[in-house]
């Protein structure tokens, strides 16, 4: 059985006659979310949150510069605080690294804050959670936020990326791939899409995340079935 998070992947498998192959969604979207207390410097309602990765900017070297530009904008452009998110940290993979040469370039604002690089999955959630938008690299990050209803733009280096937005959205919305994120004009175009129609990805999140986790859900049932039971 290969239970598949998915629609671009499980059509890909379907049509090379992979048998046995079933669609469900990532299980990320039921995790549970633990709130910690905010920061000080976070506004209640008004901050971003913002993720990329070693991994991202070692296979598109100029999307750092691409990232730091679009920090700018929002900046310059809103009134909103940055909230500077890692989600995977590890030797030689450790977004809190790689963000904290952001922090250092934006921290004399007083509108950018770096998050602890000591949190759990669930506490990471629990700050994505009450984000008014979250751009992000990491795909458990973009899903942290997807499922608690938070408009996600995706810096996407992957088919699931795009997987993951069309089957929420029935389109890959506000997804970039490898190649687009070192455009700093098609970074600024998609966040300012993404603020343009803040209230229209709420309401389509407030719809289509239950009916997500319950395709999550569907990986204990076919599992079940699998098994006889």
Not at 22 to 40: G, N
């Amino acid at each position: 059985l290969l239970l598949v998070r998915e629609s671009l992947t499980f059509e890909t498998l379907q049509k090379n006659g992979i048998p046995n192959v079933k669609l469900c969604a990532d299980s990320a979207f039921t995790m549970d979310k633990e709130e910690l207390p905010l920061p000080e410097g976070w506004l209640e309602g008004n901050t971003i949150g913002f993720n990329t990765s070693p991994l991202v900017i070692r296979k598109n070297p100029a999307s750092k510069q691409a990232a730091l530009d679009l920090v700018q904008h929002i900046l310059n452009t809103t009134t909103m605080t940055v909230a500077l998110t890692p989600h995977v940290i590890e030797p030689g993979n450790d977004d809190y690294e790689c963000l904290s040469e952001f922090y250092e370039i934006f921290k004399s604002t007083g509108r950018v804050l770096l998050l602890p690089n000591d949190l759990n999955a669930i506490q990471y959630k629990g700050y994505i959670a009450r984000m008014r938008f979250f751009i992000g690299a990491r795909t458990h990050a973009t899903i942290a936020a997807y499922s608690t209803q938070v408009p996600t733009m995706v810096l996407g280096y992957s088919v699931k990326s795009k997987g993951i937005a069309k089957d929420i959205f029935g389109e890959e919305r506000l997804v970039l791939n490898l190649e687009e994120i070192s455009d700093r004009d098609k970074l600024v175009a998609k966040f300012e899409e993404m603020k343009r129609d803040e209230q229209d990805l709420k309401s389509l999140l407030a719809v289509r995340i239950p009916e997500i986790k319950k395709m999550s859900q569907k990986a204990v049932d076919y599992l079940f079935e699998l098994l006889g039971k």
